[in-house]
């Protein structure tokens, strides 16, 4: 049996089926001026969405930062921890506490406390840690901070990082 996809002979003339409004072109400011005018309700436009929340300091907080703000809290972190500048740091973390991500890796793989490691700055390390630095994190080669501080032969750093490391998981 073949089977048609159209319908039967005569069936067409049977469907009766609305033609398709056109949509009217819109009022040229000279038709509308000899068009008779209808009485019509303005549809309610939304309320537009409360302003971002600020923490007092009128910066927005971390829910609602842009993309570029975001990107200049990082970049900060960065060249103060590459400068090996403890009181930037200091006064960047105290200033955005919670507002910036201590644990993101950069195209190299690093974290800023792997960095500070590489670097041999306790002082860094410490700052770090205090706001939140995940010690146990490895970079992109299986590296923890520990592995990068006991390699460059950093023993302060690496015993620091070891006790912090025990109190994480004396925490967890």
């Known amino acids: 049996m073949s089977q048609s996809h159209s319908p039967p002979h005569g069936l067409d003339d049977q469907l009766h089926l ?6 009217p072109d819109p009022p040229t400011p000279s038709s509308t001026a000899s068009a008779t005018t209808t009485a019509t309700t303005p549809t309610p436009t939304p309320s537009p969405p409360p302003p971002p929340s600020t923490s007092g300091d009128s910066m927005p907080t971390s829910t609602s930062q842009s993309p570029q703000v975001v990107a200049q809290y990082q970049s900060t972190l960065r060249e103060a921890v ?5 009181t930037g740091l200091r006064r960047l973390l105290e200033a955005r506490e919670g507002k910036i991500n201590l644990n993101v890796f950069d195209t190299e793989g690093q974290t800023a ?28 080669d299986g590296w923890s901070a520990v592995h990068i501080a006991a390699f460059g032969g950093h023993t302060d750093i690496l015993l620091y990082l070891m006790t912090a490391s025990n109190l994480a998981c004396r925490r967890s």
């Open 18 to 23: 609305p033609a398709p409004t056109p949509h």
């Open 82 to 86: 590459r400068n090996g500048d403890s």
């Open 113 to 140: 406390l792997h960095q500070s490691c590489q670097l041999g700055n306790l002082e860094l390390v410490k700052l770090l840690v205090k706001f939140g630095a995940d010690v146990r994190l490895a970079n992109r």
